[in-house]
């Protein structure tokens, strides 16, 4: 399998290029040319699998033609080493947590995975991978995770000085090691500003190899496959099941797509989102227009132009009367996110994060009109992350795991610097 470009699938490359490089130059997106089936026999037998198992026979159906079966495991065993278990609310509510990692966000799975893979295909190399990330919080968190003590990679996170949360920043800020965190002057859109243009910079590119760990590299929507696979394993009923995904980019939800076309019998797609409803809109008119992002409580979802859109395109060859036939669309202001909280904990006792609570109150209306299937909603991160909208919603404590409150006593390492290309440029010249 090779992969083709979103903008021409002419433009063939290999795993290793699509992973490196991140982006084709003609900036689409790559895609797998083929996506097989996975054999009944495997589908039908899931629960003799473990998730470590799982994500091996997935990620061999996929990529296992570039990758000798066990450096193919070695891969895995080293990203996918944490749990995505499955807690009911009631017979047809489920929610997969995708947070037990180290970041506690899902995008553990993609971000570990990928560091895995790069480094896998840096080997060799002379010069060290410098990959460059801008975030506006946790996909900074999950990449520096991920990344840590990779030999011959080195990790330069932008994040906006006083705009992330103390928490968030000290996942950024206190590994060491070879990841370096720059605190710009100036806002996330200014970070990811200075790193475009680092890669269009041609002095700069010809003496540092740079890289993208930016949630459009095929790398980490493969991982992001794997739990559709391991949910459904833990399914008591696995009639009409339906995944409710709170999103933003929509990675999550075309690794959704990536698993119902392996064969994993998904008998639908919830698209939930915030105020930024993009994509519920297009679902619902065929209508298809970004426009830039406004602020909630889910701001991990606080997307605009959602990047992995050209994706679910290309697998439904911008078919707007089937790609409905398959996704469906709601979206929620913060008032109602916030009611829906709070719902959750009254009703069933479980906290969920603001990002969680959409994807139920999009399953609930979906289930409205849809009453015989069997729902799991996506637990994007951990509530403790949104510690204080959550605690102000729910007026009590909330629990702080042991990874992310031991951040709070740790030294904070970053370099300050004024929101300005040359001046970036210089410091990586003079650092790299
Ligand atoms: C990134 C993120 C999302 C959005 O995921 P996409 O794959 O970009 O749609 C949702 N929730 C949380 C907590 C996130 O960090």
Redesign the pocket.
């Known amino acids: 399998m090779n992969l083709y470009s979103t903008k021409n699938k002419k433009h063939v490359v290999s795993l290793k290029e699509a992973v490196l490089k991140g982006l084709p130059p003609d900036n689409g997106l790559y895609m797998p040319e083929r996506i097989s089936q996975l054999p009944k026999e495997f589908i039908d037998n899931l629960s003799d699998y473990t998730f470590a198992e799982i994500a091996f026979e997935v990620s061999k159906n996929l990529i296992g033609e570039y990758i000798p079966e066990a450096d193919l495991k070695t891969i895995i065993d080293k990203s996918i080493n944490f749990p995505a278990p499955v807690v009911s609310l009631n017979d047809s509510m489920h929610i997969l947590e995708l947070f037990h990692g180290p970041s506690l966000?899902?995008?553990d799975f993609g971000a570990r995975f990928m560091a895995q893979l790069m480094s896998y295909f840096n080997k060799g190399e002379q010069k060290e991978l410098v990959i460059l990330v801008a975030t506006s919080g946790?996909?900074g968190g999950a990449v520096a995770a991920g990344f840590y003590k990779t030999p011959g990679v080195k990790v330069v996170i932008l994040y906006p000085s006083g705009k992330v949360s103390m928490l968030q920043e000290k996942q950024l800020t206190t590994l060491g090691e070879n990841i370096e965190a720059v605190e710009i002057n100036g806002t996330f859109d200014d970070c990811q500003a200075i790193v475009k243009q680092s890669f269009l910079d041609k002095e700069l590119n010809s003496s540092i190899r740079l890289s993208s760990a930016n949630?459009i590299n095929i790398a980490r929507l493969i991982p992001?496959s794997f739990y559709y696979f391991e949910a459904y394993k833990q399914l008591k009923n696995k009639k009409d099941v339906v995944f409710c995904?709170?999103?933003?980019?929509?990675?999550?939800?075309t690794a959704g797509l990536f698993a119902k076309k392996m064969g994993l019998p998904i008998h639908h797609f919830i698209a939930a989102t915030n105020a930024n409803d993009v994509v519920p809109e297009y679902l619902f008119s065929g209508e298809y227009q970004p426009r830039p992002s406004v602020r909630t409580i889910?701001n991990?979802?606080d997307?605009g132009s959602?990047s992995?859109f050209a994706r679910m395109m290309d697998l439904y060859g911008s078919t707007w009367n089937i790609i409905k036939k398959d996704i469906s669309g709601y979206f929620f202001y913060d008032e109602e996110t916030r009611q829906g909280v709070k719902e959750v904990y009254d009703k069933f006792n479980y906290t969920i994060?603001p990002?969680g609570a959409v994807g139920y109150l999009a399953l609930k209306e979906y289930q409205k009109e849809n009453p015989n299937t069997n729902g799991v909603i996506l637990e994007?991160?951990h509530p403790s992350?949104f510690i204080d909208d959550m605690e102000d919603i729910l007026k009590t404590d909330i629990h702080i795991p042991e990874r992310l409150a031991v951040l709070k006593s740790k030294k904070k390492n970053s370099v300050l610097m004024k929101n300005n290309y040359i001046l970036f440029k210089e410091w990586l010249l003079g650092n790299y």
């Open positions: 966000a899902f995008k946790d996909t949630s992001q995904i709170p999103s933003g980019n929509f990675g999550n939800l889910s991990a979802m997307v959602p992995n994060d990002h994007t991160a992350k």
